[in-house]
């Protein structure tokens, strides 16, 4: 049941800030309404579509309704509030902030997914990986950017920790919700001092 809780709480605190920073980039941009509302629920259901057709399963957004809801809800509520008229201080801050966000609560959440399908290390970390960077490749190819993962900020490195260090902890029976919420913590904290400290993996030289 405390899984069960966890992994709810963590797919819709995901959902929420990657539906702000879909937000986000598509004011910046400077996209109609619709524009805006089709990159933010790409940007929050992305990953797990990916997911699902990964595992062969009816994805959970044509079940489950909440998480294109609460897309819509945050959408109605950033719109309503003039939240891309903020100073662009503010919004580099809050896309950082809720990008980060949306990446650690979806790792946690794939890898949950993997871990109930009994997949091995390289399977759970692999799906809590296409979960939390699925919807920012999307976000990101659509308004012709270089995916994060590839260039910035331990982005991807951040998503595959995570997921790896749930994996250890359900093989040592100790993947309960205080676990859970620990590892999200911990990942948003690597992932928030990474990118202040402007922290990246070795890059090819020429």
């Not at 910046?28 to 399963?57: E, P, S, V, Y």
Request: glycine share 10%.
């Amino acid at each position: 049941m405390d899984n069960l809780i966890s992994f709810d709480w963590l797919y819709l605190i995901g959902t929420v800030s990657f539906s702000i920073s879909g937000y986000l980039i598509g004011a910046h941009k400077q996209f109609d309404i619709l524009g805006i509302t089709i990159l933010a629920l790409l940007t929050a259901i992305g990953g797990g579509l990916l997911r699902d057709a990964l595992i062969g399963r009816m994805p959970l957004v044509f079940i489950n309704a909440s998480p294109v809801m609460a897309c819509f809800a945050t959408l109605s509520v950033a719109w309503l509030i003039k939240l891309h008229r903020h100073s662009q201080l503010f919004l580099r801050r809050a896309f950082i902030i809720a990008d980060s966000i949306g990446l650690v609560a979806f790792s946690i959440a794939g890898a949950q997914v993997g871990i109930g399908l009994e997949l091995n290390l390289f399977g759970v970390a692999f799906l809590g990986f296409i979960t939390a960077v699925g919807g920012g490749l999307v976000r990101d190819m659509m308004v012709n950017e270089v995916p994060f993962i590839l260039h910035r900020d331990f982005y991807g490195t951040v998503s595959i920790l995570v997921a790896v260090m749930l994996y250890g902890a359900a093989h040592l029976g100790a993947a309960d919700r205080v676990t859970h919420w620990a590892l999200f913590l911990f990942g948003l904290a690597l992932r928030l001092i990474a990118h202040s400290r402007d922290m990246s993996l070795p890059r090819a030289d020429k």
